[in-house]
């Protein structure tokens, strides 16, 4: 969420970087709340402060020899009573216009940093770095003929089961599926990640924390009858595994690793990649999420970044780091790179990791703060996230990459220990 100080002081600011996402937005209807509230804290404080003065004078009056009981004590009484009254009345306005401006303030996406490239689509999207060798040769299959024609899993029945876009993982495709999750909760946490499993379902306020409400209502699945969720990513209970705590600073950075089914109605996606892994409505995925200081959020983003890599890296599969322009960003994010790694059947690269680094956009909307021993005042502490990564997107690269002349798949040597066998098929 937007700093209210911003929108108070700097409202230019916040229009001329929205504008940068490619946003036109009009902040005076804003500003005339958040000015209104700021007045009304201003004549409640001053009615406290002369509430606390009339309070001293009855004592005074008391310790002086007046009857507590006399006209002039109670007069200062009635006067205290007012007064408290009136702060009161004063309480609820504010309450009621913070919560018009908080309201509001959620439906504003994060400010880009400085550094992001400016852009109005993905096409603008800058290339960082390549790794790898992507194979090219003619006549490779892509991932869902491949896992169709091996039994890796069944599509049909799951229509079934479910509906469209979901997918019933059978045989090597399940204990592929169980291996890639083992593999990369093992590779996390021996670069010293604490692993969690949160629950799968979520309330609105932790959606609400993350960003992901009131935006992607319609993209999330909601359980009637109850204020809880299915969650569209581990990065929203993570989010909330601090929600409203003040943490030492001595304590950060928190780094944090979880596996979760994940649960999306992909809105607007139809049409694309229907067959396969690729865009599903249920999907497992790793997550990486760190809560730092504010002057480490730059290099953490770096090194979660290069976590990332490291998966792809060592599972051999050729990969590029793009960085998103500004009309491409995420609504929490204010600086992200996508990780694309290489479909030699499909013959393109896509998406496989979004490591994003969110300044206190998240902190501020899901209120985790942290204080230095020395220091009075506390701070929003900046938090960060990406895939590391998402499984089943990895085990379409692995399949596409491994595909041999006799149609097995060759598995790399890092995933054998976890899988129990070197080829699939």
């Not at 018009?100 to 400016?118: C, D, G, K, S």
């Not at 209502?217 to 601090?242: I, M, Q, Y």
């Not at 938090?383 to 990459?401: C, I, Y």
Request: glycine share 8%.
């Amino acid at each position: 969420m937007l700093d209210q100080r911003l929108l108070r002081d700097n409202p230019e600011q916040i229009v001329s970087q929205l504008a940068r996402r490619g946003l036109t937005v009009d902040l005076t209807g804003l500003q005339l709340i958040a000015q209104q509230e700021r007045d009304l804290e201003q004549r409640r404080s001053e009615l406290q402060a002369e509430g606390n003065r009339t309070g001293k004078q009855v004592g005074q009056l008391i310790r002086g020899g007046a009857a507590a009981d006399g006209p002039e004590v109670a007069a200062l009484r009635e006067q205290g009573n007012r007064i408290k009254q009136q702060v009161a009345v004063l309480e609820e306005e504010e309450k009621s216009l913070e919560a018009r401006l908080r309201e509001q303030l959620l439906t504003f996406p994060n400010l880009p940093a400085p550094e992001v490239p400016e852009g109005t689509s993905e096409a603008e999207n800058v290339e960082v770095k390549r790794w790898g060798s992507p194979r090219s040769e003619a006549g490779l299959l892509e991932h869902w003929q491949i896992g169709e024609r091996l039994g890796l899993w069944e599509t049909e029945r799951s229509v079934r089961i479910a509906q469209s876009r979901f997918i019933t993982l059978l045989g090597a495709g399940a204990r592929l599926e169980r291996a890639l999750i083992s593999f990369m909760l093992d590779q996390h946490t021996s670069r010293g990640y604490t692993e969690v499993l949160p629950p799968v379902l979520v309330n609105s306020a932790s959606l609400t924390g993350s960003g992901q409400l009131p935006k992607f209502a319609e993209e999330s699945f909601r359980c009637s009858g109850d204020d809880l969720w299915l969650t569209p990513t581990a990065e929203v209970p993570l989010t909330s595994l601090h929600r409203d705590e003040v943490l030492a600073a001595e304590q950060l950075p928190l780094r944090y690793c979880a596996y979760t089914p994940c649960f999306r109605r992909e809105a607007g996606s139809y049409g694309r990649d229907t067959r396969g892994l690729i865009r599903l409505h249920q999907f497992n995925k790793v997550e990486l999420y760190w809560f730092t200081r504010p002057e480490e959020s730059a290099a953490a983003h770096e090194q979660l970044t290069r976590h990332a890599e490291a998966i792809l890296e060592t599972l051999d599969l050729p990969y590029r780091r793009i960085e998103l322009c500004t009309g491409d960003l995420g609504f929490s994010a204010a600086r992200t790179f996508d990780l694309e790694v290489w479909l030699p059947g499909a013959g393109t690269y896509r998406e496989i990791s979004s490591c994003s680094v969110c300044g206190d956009f998240q902190a501020r909307r899901a209120s985790i703060r942290f204080k230095d021993a020395d220091t009075k005042g506390t701070q929003l502490v900046h938090t960060l996230n990406g895939s590391g990564l998402a499984v089943g997107r990895t085990m379409a690269a692995l399949l596409e990459n491994g595909q041999q002349p006799d149609g097995s798949v060759q598995l790399p040597a890092a995933l054998v220990p976890y899988f129990g066998g070197e080829r699939i098929g």
